[in-house]
C-alpha cells in the first residue's frame, strides 16, 4: 500500500467517524440513518448523470450491495439508541476487518504478507479495546451487542461486494453512486411502508443534515472503494476501520465519554497496526 492510499484511506476514516457522529446526535437514529443514506443518493445523482455507467458485470454487485446496505443503515439507526459511540462504533468496526480479510484470501485469493496479517489482528485488537471502558461500566445492553456485531457481519459482506463490484464497474466513484441511489430507493420505500406520511415530514425537515451528512458517507466510502481498486481489499478494510480512533475522540469531545487508560492503549495498539501495514 503506497503512502498516499494510506493517507486517502486514513482520511476517508476520519470521515466516516464525523458522519457516524452526526447519527448519534440526532434524537431519531433510525431516521438519521435512513436520511443519511437518501441525503447520499441526493448528492451521488449529479455523479450518477455524468459519469458514464459502470460496466455490466458490476450490476449484480450493486444490486446486492444496495440490499445488504439497507440491513447496515439499519443497525446503525438501532445500535445508537441504546450505546455510547464509542461502544457501538469500535465494536462493529473492529470485529469485522480479520474476517473480512480472510474471506478475501478464501474466496478472492489475495494473499498477506506476516506483516500484513499482524497489522491486521493488531489494528482490529485496538479498535475492539477502545470499547472495553464502558463494557466494564455496563454500557453495553445485549441487544445492542447483538446489533453491533450483526452489523459486523453485514460490514464483512458489503465489503467484500463492493471491493469486486467497483473492480468490475470500471471506475469505483460510477459503482459506489448507482450503489448509494440504490440503497436509498429501498430504504424510502421502507420508511413509507413504515411511517408513511411522516416519514416525509422529516425528510422535509432534515434534508440540511440529510444532504450534509450523507455527501460524507458518500465521500468516505468512494475513497475506500477506489483505494480497494489499488490495494488488497483486506488490508483497506483494517486501515479504515481505524475511524474508530476518530470516533473515540469526537464522542470525547462532543459527548462527553471518557477518554481512560485503556482508550490510550488502544490507541497504541492502532498506531503500531498501522506503522507495521505501511512496513508490510
Same mark, same amino acid.
Given at each position: 500500500? /503506497?503512502?498516499?492510499?494510506?493517507?486517502?484511506? &486514513?482520511?476517508?476514516?476520519?470521515?466516516?467517524?464525523?458522519?457516524?457522529?452526526?447519527?448519534?446526535?440526532?434524537?431519531?437514529?433510525?431516521?438519521?440513518?435512513?436520511?443519511?443514506?437518501?441525503?447520499?443518493?441526493?448528492?451521488?445523482?449529479?455523479?450518477?448523470?455524468?459519469?458514464?455507467?459502470?460496466?455490466?458485470?458490476?450490476?449484480?454487485?450493486?444490486?446486492?450491495?444496495?440490499?445488504?446496505?439497507?440491513?447496515?443503515?439499519?443497525?446503525?439507526?438501532?445500535?445508537?439508541?441504546?450505546?455510547?459511540?464509542?461502544?457501538?462504533?469500535?465494536?462493529?468496526?473492529?470485529?469485522?476487518?480479520?474476517?473480512?480479510?480472510?474471506?478475501?484470501?478464501?474466496?478472492? #485469493?489475495?494473499?498477506?504478507?506476516?506483516?500484513?496479517?499482524?497489522?491486521?489482528?493488531?489494528?482490529?485488537?485496538?479498535?475492539?479495546?477502545?470499547?472495553?471502558?464502558?463494557?466494564?461500566?455496563?454500557?453495553?445492553?445485549?441487544?445492542?451487542?447483538?446489533?453491533?456485531?450483526?452489523?459486523?457481519?453485514?460490514?464483512?459482506?458489503? /465489503?467484500?461486494?463492493?471491493?469486486?463490484?467497483?473492480?468490475?464497474?470500471?471506475?469505483?466513484?460510477?459503482?459506489?453512486?448507482?450503489?448509494?441511489?440504490?440503497?436509498? =430507493?429501498?430504504?424510502?420505500?421502507?420508511? &413509507?411502508?413504515?411511517?408513511?406520511?411522516?416519514?416525509?415530514?422529516?425528510?422535509?425537515?432534515?434534508?440540511? $443534515? #440529510?444532504?450534509?451528512?450523507? #455527501?460524507?458517507?458518500?465521500?468516505?466510502?468512494?475513497?475506500?472503494?477506489?483505494?480497494?481498486?489499488?490495494?488488497?481489499?483486506?488490508?483497506?478494510?483494517?486501515?479504515?476501520?481505524?475511524?474508530?480512533?476518530?470516533?473515540? =475522540?469526537?464522542?470525547?469531545?462532543?459527548?462527553?465519554?471518557? $477518554?481512560?487508560?485503556?482508550?490510550?492503549?488502544?490507541?497504541?495498539?492502532?498506531?503500531?497496526?498501522?506503522?507495521?501495514?505501511?512496513? #508490510?
Amino acid at each position: 500500500m /503506497t503512502g498516499y492510499v494510506l493517507a486517502a484511506v &486514513l482520511l476517508g476514516a476520519l470521515i466516516h467517524a464525523s458522519w457516524n457522529a452526526l447519527i448519534k446526535a440526532q434524537d431519531d437514529k433510525f431516521t438519521a440513518a435512513a436520511l443519511v443514506a437518501i441525503g447520499a443518493a441526493m448528492v451521488s445523482l449529479p455523479i450518477v448523470a455524468w459519469l458514464p455507467a459502470p460496466a455490466p458485470a458490476a450490476w449484480p454487485y450493486i444490486v446486492a450491495s444496495s440490499i445488504i446496505h439497507v440491513g447496515y443503515f439499519a443497525l446503525v439507526g438501532f445500535a445508537y439508541r441504546t450505546a455510547d459511540l464509542g461502544v457501538a462504533y469500535p465494536l462493529t468496526r473492529g470485529s469485522a476487518p480479520p474476517l473480512t480479510a480472510l474471506l478475501a484470501f478464501l474466496i478472492v #485469493g489475495e494473499a498477506l504478507g506476516f506483516n500484513q496479517w499482524l497489522a491486521i489482528v493488531v489494528i482490529a485488537a485496538g479498535i475492539i479495546a477502545l470499547s472495553t471502558d464502558a463494557i466494564m461500566r455496563g454500557g453495553l445492553t445485549g441487544p445492542t451487542a447483538l446489533a453491533a456485531f450483526a452489523n459486523a457481519g453485514v460490514i464483512v459482506f458489503y /465489503t467484500l461486494v463492493d471491493g469486486l463490484g467497483a473492480r468490475a464497474a470500471g471506475n469505483s466513484l460510477a459503482y459506489v453512486t448507482w450503489m448509494h441511489v440504490g440503497t436509498a =430507493i429501498l430504504l424510502v420505500a421502507l420508511f &413509507l411502508a413504515i411511517r408513511g406520511r411522516r416519514f416525509l415530514t422529516d425528510m422535509r425537515a432534515n434534508a440540511v $443534515f #440529510g444532504l450534509g451528512a450523507g #455527501g460524507l458517507a458518500l465521500t468516505s466510502y468512494a475513497i475506500a472503494l477506489w483505494a480497494m481498486t489499488l490495494a488488497p481489499i483486506g488490508l483497506v478494510a483494517a486501515l479504515r476501520e481505524t475511524s474508530v480512533l476518530f470516533a473515540a =475522540i469526537l464522542g470525547t469531545i462532543f459527548f462527553g465519554e471518557s $477518554f481512560g487508560i485503556k482508550r490510550w492503549i488502544a490507541l497504541v495498539l492502532i498506531v503500531a497496526g498501522i506503522v507495521a501495514l505501511r512496513i #508490510g
